[in-house]
């Protein structure tokens, strides 16, 4: 109840009259029925206005610390993060990406919308990063389509490292559902892993008309940062 009270009640509506996001191929989600929406990732604010422009709830994974932190503090936050759809990320395979697809799973397993950023982590200059195989395996596992989306103007909203940027009109784009099918049982293959995601991470990349950059996120920011701080030392000398 909370989801919705805040979909159409109490943010939902705010964000539609200030931002006016756009959205296009809202007809490639099915009705009903499990699917993956598998994302680009710019901004914290992806996760607002993805799930805004369509009519059904989408559930994302979360730290499992968002949801067993004690006090006041702990409570609000877990009740915040259940209630917009988020689940813990299930911790009992002693694995974070092994506990996300058993979650991911589950909810996929009840028929729902489950969304997924499958660079791992947000782009800190815009551009589009390699996919990690998770969802690869995740849609060779439970049969389910991948719908590739691509969410463009968020980092405007909301750009790294700040909370907010300037207004401005965001778009979402749904491309058409992926079959994966014909790869049945070969989810073992990591050949197979690696050219699902790929396929998949090309058609967010022809959506969204970022750059793709064959290299991950998490390393492509780590690298980024290593250069800041060398580069005040090269200055000095």
Do not use: C
Not at 144 to 170: C, E, L, M, N, S
């Amino acid at each position: 109840m909370f989801y919705w009270f805040l979909k159409f009640v109490a943010l939902g509506p705010l964000l539609k009259v200030v931002f006016r996001p756009r959205a296009e191929g809202v007809e490639n989600v099915p009705a009903t029925g499990p699917a993956i929406l598998a994302s680009n990732h710019l901004s914290y604010a992806d996760w607002l206005f993805m799930p805004l422009v369509i009519p059904r709830m989408v559930r994302f994974v979360a730290k499992a610390e968002y949801f067993t932190s004690p006090g006041i503090k702990g409570w609000l936050q877990k009740n915040f993060f259940s209630g917009t759809g988020n689940i813990p990320i299930d911790r009992t395979s002693g694995d974070a990406a092994s506990g996300a697809l058993v979650s991911a799973k589950r909810v996929l397993a009840e028929g729902e919308l489950f969304g997924i950023y499958p660079e791992g982590t947000r782009s800190h200059d815009g551009r589009l990063y390699r996919g990690k195989t998770g969802i690869a395996r995740l849609t060779l596992e439970t049969g389910v389509p991948v719908i590739p989306v691509a969410v463009v103007g968020t980092d405007v909203v909301a750009p790294p490292g700040k909370k907010f940027g300037r207004i401005t009109r965001p778009t979402v784009r749904f491309g058409k559902p992926l079959d994966f099918s014909r790869y049945a049982g070969m989810e073992n293959d990591r050949f197979i892993l690696r050219s699902i995601t790929d396929e998949i991470m090309y058609e967010i990349m022809r959506l969204s008309q970022q750059e793709y950059v064959d290299m991950y996120a998490s390393r492509a920011k780590a690298e980024s940062k290593s250069e800041s701080k060398s580069e005040p030392k090269k200055l000095a000398s």
